[in-house]
Each structure stands twice: as structure tokens, then as C-alpha cells.
T-cell receptor, first 119, second 114 residues
Framework: GAVVSQHPSRVICKSGTSVKIECRSL??????MFWYRQFPKQSLMLMAT?????????EQGVEKDKFLINHASLTLSTLTVTSAHPEDSSFYIC???????????????FGPGTRLTVL | GQQLNQSPQSMFIQEGEDVSMNCTSS?????WLWYKQEPGEGPVLLIA?????ELTSNGRLTAQFGITRKDSFLNISASIPSDVGIYFC??????????????FGTGTRLTIIP
């Protein structure tokens, strides 16, 4: 199957700093990537849809100026949490949809997640 | 945002037992997916259902896409210790470009009692 990686897997930062999380599709190209947030013992909530070469589409209630998304290539999307606060502590997971090829056209492959802790 | 309702919320079963969980929605989805998530990991796709009424198996797992397109169930037969984890259903309105967002269920936590 297709592999999606995330870096870093874990990050601890001080309140007020910015944190960048990378999501890479390793063996396929992804025109669309998705960013989710998951609080402890809760489900995954979609934050935004990231399209290569264009602006991300944010879900209602997600601040686009706080969660900056850049999808500069077909294999990389980044999520930057700006001026992070303790309430931003969560598990951030990305997924990538294949652009075509071996897999069914609408399948999303998930990364292993990044655990962000803001002190 | 919208969430799908899963039941039960958690299950404690003995190894070898069969497991059944379901997922319901107030709105229609045209694709239903079942994922498993282990601690500290992203979800992994188990089964995908693309047609109302469809019954699909993947090893010991069987899932069905409800006729009304508002529900789905997942069965696991003869559970084994590695089945432990959280199972999520997910719905997709249109499995084509434009409306492919996944809406996830609330999750069912499966624990196997030795």
C-alpha cells in the first residue's frame, strides 16, 4: 500500500512558539492532502483540505491564520501551528489521496500522526 | 462538525468471541469505510464499501453498507489479541473530486480479556 510519513512524530514546545509538521507521500503523488486533529479518546476531526498549488480549504471553526497549510509539491504538505497555546495540544494526523495509478482513485492513506504538547 | 454515531462505545470480550459494531448517520453517505487505529498511530483502512447493500469481507472482518445509505456494520469473527484497538467508521458523500471529505464516527474501543 501507499506510505505516508509525518515529521516530527512528537514535539513539545513552549506557549507562543510556532511548530511546523510535515506530511509526505513516499511512493505516490498526492494532489490532495487532508489534516485532522484528534483529542484524547475522541474521533478525528477534519481541519482542512490541502490542494497542491492552491490555498487550503478550512473547515468551519478552524482559524486559517493560526493553522497555516502549505502544499508546495505533490509529495509534501506542511501544517504550521502559529503562536501555539496549551489548548492546541493534540494529535495531528494527515492523509493523502492518490492522484491516480495503482490504487482506487478515492482512497486516502493516513500518516502515523504527530503528537503536539504545548507547555 | 458532523460525526457519525458508533455503538457500542467500548467492548470487552474474550479471545475467540465474535464482535459486532455499527455506525449510523442522520444523512446519506455514498461510501462507507472502516478503519482501525492503535495507540499513537494513524488509522489504517480495513474495509471500503461503495454500494448500498454491499457486503464485503477481508479475512475475519465483514462489513455491510446499509440499504438506506445511513448506516454500516462491522463484524469481526473469532477475535484474537491483535484485534485490540479503536475502530472508526467513516463516511464519504461523494467519492470523486470535489466532495471527498471523510466524516469519522465516534469510535468503538475493543479490549480483549485474556
Amino acid at each position: 500500500g501507499a506510505v505516508v510519513s509525518q515529521h516530527p512524530s512528537r514535539v513539545i514546545c513552549k506557549s507562543g512558539t510556532s511548530v511546523k509538521i510535515e506530511c509526505r507521500s513516499l511512493d505516490f503523488q498526492a494532489t490532495t492532502m487532508f489534516w485532522y486533529r484528534q483529542f484524547p479518546k475522541q474521533s478525528l476531526m477534519l481541519m482542512a483540505t490541502s490542494n497542491e498549488g492552491s490555498k487550503a480549504t478550512y473547515e468551519q471553526g478552524v482559524e486559517k491564520d493560526k493553522f497555516l497549510i502549505n502544499h508546495a509539491s505533490l509529495t509534501l504538505s506542511t501544517l504550521t501551528v502559529t503562536s501555539a497555546h496549551p489548548e492546541d495540544s493534540s494529535f495531528y494526523i494527515c492523509s493523502a489521496r492518490v492522484a491516480g495509478g495503482r490504487f482506487s482513485y478515492n482512497e486516502q492513506f493516513f500518516g502515523p500522526g504527530t503528537r503536539l504538547t504545548v507547555l | 462538525g458532523q460525526q457519525l454515531n458508533q455503538s457500542p462505545q467500548s467492548m470487552f470480550i474474550q479471545e475467540g468471541e465474535d464482535v459486532s459494531m455499527n455506525c449510523t448517520s442522520s444523512s446519506i453517505f455514498n461510501t462507507w469505510l472502516w478503519y482501525k487505529q492503535e495507540p499513537g498511530e494513524g488509522p489504517v483502512l480495513l474495509i471500503a464499501l461503495y454500494k448500498a447493500g454491499e457486503l464485503t469481507s477481508n479475512g475475519r472482518l465483514t462489513a455491510q453498507f446499509g440499504i438506506t445509505r445511513k448506516d454500516s456494520f462491522l463484524n469481526i469473527s473469532a477475535s484474537i489479541p491483535s484485534d485490540v484497538g479503536i475502530y472508526f467508521c467513516a463516511g464519504q458523500v461523494a467519492p470523486n473530486f470535489g466532495n471527498e471529505k471523510l466524516t469519522f464516527g465516534t469510535g468503538t474501543r475493543l479490549t480483549i480479556i485474556p
